[in-house]
C-alpha cells in the first residue's frame, strides 16, 4: 500500500497506546539492566524500530555489548557475536562453501552459513578488522541478503548490525570508510558513566554483572510494534523541514550557516534525509503522538548527520567536530521556513 494512502487516517488513541506501553516497558527494562544510560536507550530503540544499524562509539568498559547483549534478550531475536580481528576473513562473517561427500559416496559444495545470518549481529570493535573483511557488511546492511558464487540468500527478518569501535586506539585498526558509515541508521556516542552511576553499580552489583531481563517481547508484539510505526504520520511541514536540514549540510546551500561553509568538505545524501524522517517516526511513537513533530527531528537529526558530514582539516585546527556544526545548523533553521524576526509580536483579533 502506497504511503499516501496509510497516512489518509491518523492513528487511532486504541491502536497507538499498546505499542506506545510496549516501548515504554522496553526502555524501562534496559534502564533496570544498564543504569544511568536512558538517553542512550531510547536513541536505540529509535534505530531498531526504524530497521536500521547502529554504530556504537566508546572507550572500553562503557557497556556497549552489554547493551546488545541486553537488546537480544529483550526482543527475543537471534543474536551472534563476532569479535573483529585483523585476521578474520570475509567468510568468517557471510559464511562459505565447503566440500562434502555424500552417504552415496558423491561430493558437492554446500554453503554453510556464518554469524551474520541471524536478527541482531554484534560486530565488536569493527574498526580492528581489515577494509576487505569490513566491506564483507555492505551487501548484508544494505540489501539484508549475502551473494557467494553467484547465489542470493536473504537474511532473516529483522536484521540488524549493532557494531561497537574504540575511539582511543589506533594502531592495529582501520578506520571505517565513509561508504561504509553511510550504512548505519545511527553513530551514537556511548559516554563515561558518572560518579552516581558508578556508585550504584559498584554498591549493587558483583563484579559489575547486570542482571537478567525479567519480561522480554514475543514475536508478535515486535510485529505490533514495527505495523504501528509504519502508520505514523509525517506532515508536509515536517518532511520539507528534513529536507532542508539536509540540503543546509551542503555550504552552497543558501540556508547554510557559515560554520557549514567553512568547515564541510562532504554534505549528507538523501540517505540521511530518509534516516531522519524515519528515526522521526519512531520518536514520535515512542513519545505517544501519531504524528511526527519538529521536536522528533531534531532530537534525532544529530545522531543521523554526526557520521554523514565530513570536515575538512581547518575544522581540526579550529577543534570543530560535526556535533557543532550541526548544532549550529539546527539552532539557525527557521522549522516554518516564515523567517520571522525574533521581535515580531502576533496578534489576534476578536471581531
Not at 163 to 169: D, H, L, R, T, W
Not at 217 to 230: G, I, N, S, T
Request: with cysteine.
Amino acid at each position: 500500500m502506497p504511503d499516501n494512502e496509510k497516512s489518509e487516517s491518523l492513528l487511532q488513541p486504541e491502536e497507538l497506546r499498546p505499542a506506545v506501553d510496549l516501548a515504554a516497558r522496553a526502555l524501562a527494562e534496559l534502564d533496570r539492566i544498564l543504569l544511568g544510560r536512558s538517553d542512550l536507550h531510547r536513541m536505540v530503540l529509535i534505530g531498531i524500530l526504524s530497521h536500521g544499524h547502529i554504530l556504537l562509539e566508546g572507550v572500553p568498559g562503557v557497556g556497549k555489548t552489554a547493551l546488545v547483549k541486553a537488546l537480544g534478550q529483550l526482543l527475543n531475536l537471534e543474536f551472534n557475536r563476532v569479535q573483529f580481528t585483523p585476521d578474520l576473513m570475509p567468510g568468517d562473517i557471510v559464511g562459505t562453501h565447503i566440500l562434502q561427500q555424500s552417504p552415496e559416496g558423491s561430493r558437492e559444495m554446500t554453503f554453510q552459513a556464518g554469524p551474520v545470518f541471524t536478527n541482531i549481529l554484534l560486530a565488536d570493535e569493527i574498526n580492528r578488522a581489515s577494509p576487505k573483511t569490513q566491506s564483507a557488511l555492505l551487501e548484508a546492511m544494505q540489501e539484508r541478503c549475502v551473494t557467494l558464487l553467484g547465489n542470493t540468500r536473504p537474511l532473516p527478518n529483522p536484521f540488524f548490525v549493532l557494531a561497537s569501535q574504540n575511539p582511543i586506539e589506533l594502531e592495529g585498526t582501520y578506520p571505517l570508510p565513509e561508504a561504509q558509515l553511510d550504512r548505519f541508521l545511527f553513530k551514537l556516542i556511548v559516554p563515561s558513566a558518572d560518579v552516581a552511576v558508578l556508585d550504584d553499580i559498584i554498591s549493587t552489583r558483583r563484579r559489575g554483572e547486570p542482571p537478567v531481563p525479567v519480561w522480554s517481547m514475543d514475536a508478535e508484539e515486535l510485529h505490533q510494534l514495527f505495523d504501528v510505526m509504519d502508520k505514523i504520520f509525517l506532515p508536509k511541514p515536517v518532511s520539507r523541514y528534513i529536507s532542508r536540514l539536509t540540503a543546509s549540510t551542503h555550504p552552497n546551500f543558501p540556508e547554510s550557516t557559515d560554520d557549514v561553509r567553512r568547515y564541510v568538505t562532504y554534505a549528507a545524501s538523501p540517505r540521511a534525509a530518509i534516516a531522519m524522517a524515519e528515526a522521526a517516526r519512531a520518536s514520535a511513537l515512542i513519545s505517544g503522538r501519531p504524528t511526527v513533530g519538529f521536536e522528533d527531528v531534531k532530537s534525532v537529526a544529530s545522531s543521523v548527520l554526526n557520521h554523514r558530514v565530513i570536515l575538512n582539516y581547518q575544522a581540526r585546527f579550529d577543534s570543530v567536530d560535526t556535533f557543532a556544526v550541526v548544532s549550529s545548523l539546527l539552532d539557525s533553521l527557521d522549522e516554518t521556513n516564515l523567517n520571522l524576526p525574533d521581535d515580531v509580536e502576533i496578534r489576534f483579533e476578536s471581531e
